[in-house]
């Protein structure tokens, strides 16, 4: 397979393996909770942070419970100011912090920035998805290429569903060449054998095409021609109508597409339509009953169905009025035609690159439209330029949760009518709520020391349990006082550890005798402070007790 070489990326193919595991603390104050909800990372969530130290974050709590991902990273046009700021080492890297990403001719490197910016978010992404799940990418030509090779490299070409086409301007715009009219939304599987598109819901429009001109009981139908191109050696006869018309055959370089037995079997139940006077060539009634009950996604999304740019933005700004940030927005429609092709009822959506909150809006929708318990995951930096940061615009605070706020509660806005009148109008909540989160601490020091503070028990079980299983860590499963954290395949993981750094919990004979009491699993991984069993007389447990123990000590075991 054809790979894309960049400037940078022999030092990022295994960065997201070496980013620091940080914890999520909570902002109650910014948060929107219903009666009876509590702060935490089941429900919906907004995250403030580098998306890239975020992703990494939810790996413990969330890997391989995603099933749709929508992103819409920097389309890297040399217009946006987005600014490099992954810390790694190396010297070219120390080059590129924090400098602004500079337009064609001007940046040499622009194209390689962005390959090492989306490379390690890609394969974390990955991690997230379930087997069954799919990522959505919006992009335009500047990136195109290199995306789509990239996403082959990380999900494999063998994962690719389509590439989609967004008509996403009313008219042509100033051009130098020619006038652009169109984004892409790359769309690649976790597993495409696994993964299932939904069927969309028909329009009235559509339905209206169905209609009952002859009173049928099986209600509307529309008709299709009975001729077809293809050869058929059964598909040449003459018909004589009902109204008493002959018809000689087919039309020239076509054939009939059923035998003449099958369509007087099909005209004798009804399922024939010879026109109003029973002489006009025989159409076949397909009833609106029996066909399957959505219409099966195209590639091309015309404006008219899912928005487009000039819209969305007149949406963003109806609910943040005078936060003229995002000038090309992308609008609520879009999103949940991605949402009505990818997800159920129940599932999880993220995206780590919100912006304007646009996804956390066609969620809230689309659970209002259809009664689904859908929730989402919201990563976004809190300034992605340099402007902003100079201006304190926190992005994820004022712009990505406060749009979602007023969503969930409901907002008024100032309408223009005729000749400069104006109203306020008032939009109702959709409903829902949310917890505000920060990245945090890491919880380990530069040199995989405990650093300047202890972690919470439940944060160091949740990286623990996730780095020995790749699995999603269940809070219900931890039990503090006795050590156990979790079990997966016949294998129970235990963390003997006290945050406060008051007493050390030790792995001892004693502990041991407790666990060969309660513990049903044969297979036993413990983390602890202290080891004081000599490798002999765990030896000997282990024999007597036809068991396995591995003793690993935290921090330096840790992986």
């Not at 907004?46 to 995603?66: C, M, W, Y």
């Not at 130098?176 to 939304?185: A, C, E, G, R, V």
């Not at 009902?242 to 399922?271: C, F, N, Q």
């Not at 949310?434 to 601490?441: E, H, L």
């Amino acid at each position: 397979m054809p790979v894309l070489q960049f400037k940078g990326k022999t030092a990022i193919e295994c960065y997201h393996h070496t980013v620091s595991h940080h914890t999520l603390e909570f902002d109650a104050a910014l948060s929107v909770l219903g009666k009876g909800e509590k702060l935490g990372l089941d429900g919906n969530l907004i995250i403030e942070g580098d998306n890239l130290i975020a992703l990494k974050a939810l790996l413990p709590t969330h890997a391989g419970r995603i099933k749709c991902i929508y992103i819409d990273p920097p389309y890297n046009t040399g217009n946006e100011g987005w600014v490099y700021n992954d810390n790694l080492t190396q010297p070219q890297f120390k080059e590129w912090i924090g400098q602004t990403v500079g337009k064609e001719g001007e940046d040499a490197t622009r194209h390689d920035k962005w390959c090492c910016m989306m490379y390690p978010r890609l394969q974390l992404l990955k991690e997230l998805l379930r087997d069954d799940g799919a990522i959505f990418v919006s992009i335009g030509d500047d990136e195109l290429a290199h995306l789509r090779m990239l996403m082959e490299e990380v999900f494999g070409p063998e994962n690719f569903i389509a590439t989609i086409v967004w008509r996403n301007s009313t008219g042509p715009k100033q051009s130098k060449h020619l006038s652009m009219s169109h984004d892409y939304i790359l769309c690649f599987a976790r597993k495409a054998s696994e993964w299932n598109r939904n069927l969309l819901p028909r329009t009235a429009d559509q339905e209206a095409d169905y209609t009952n001109p002859d009173n049928d009981p099986r209600g509307p139908w529309r008709s299709g021609g009975l001729d077809a191109r293809n050869y058929y050696s059964k598909g040449r006869y003459s018909i004589t109508c009902p109204g008493g018309r002959v018809i000689k055959g087919p039309p020239g370089g076509s054939y009939w597409r059923m035998p003449e037995e099958t369509l007087w079997e099909m005209d004798a139940d009804g399922r024939i339509w010879w026109g109003e006077d029973g002489n006009n060539v025989p159409r076949i009634k397909r009833f609106l009953s029996e066909v399957q009950e959505g219409l099966i996604p195209q590639t091309v999304w015309d404006y008219d169905d899912v928005g487009h740019t000039q819209e969305a933005k007149q949406e963003y700004l109806q609910i943040l009025s005078g936060m003229e940030v995002f000038t090309t927005p992308k609008p609520v429609a879009l999103i949940k035609r991605i949402l009505q092709i990818a997800t159920s009822a129940d599932d999880l959506v993220l995206d780590s690159f919100a912006g304007s909150g646009t996804t956390a809006h066609a969620v809230l929708e689309i659970n209002k439209d259809d009664g689904g318990r859908r929730k989402f995951i919201l990563v976004q930096i809190p300034y992605d330029t340099k402007d902003h940061e100079k201006e304190k615009l926190n992005i994820c605070r004022m712009i990505t949760a406060e749009r979602t706020k007023r969503v969930i509660e409901g907002y008024a806005y100032t309408k223009r009518g005729a000749r400069g009148k104006t109203s306020r109008e008032k939009v109702a909540g959709l409903g829902g709520s949310f917890t505000y989160a920060r990245v945090g601490k890491p919880l380990f020091g530069e040199y995989r020391d405990w650093g300047k503070q202890l972690p919470a028990y439940e944060e160091l079980a949740k990286y623990i349990f996730y780095t020995e299983t790749s699995r999603d860590f269940e809070r219900k499963m931890m039990n503090e006082k006795s050590g156990k954290i979790g079990e997966h395949h016949g294998t129970s993981y235990y963390l003997l550890y006290t945050p406060d750094g008051q007493a050390d919990r030790r792995l001892d004979m004693e502990w041991l005798k407790g666990l060969d009491k309660t513990e049903k699993n044969r297979n036993v991984v413990v983390y602890c402070e202290k080891i004081w069993v000599h490798r002999d007389d765990l030896a000997k447990f282990e024999q007597a007790t036809r068991r396995t123990v591995r003793p690993m000590i935290v921090p330096f075991n840790l992986k």
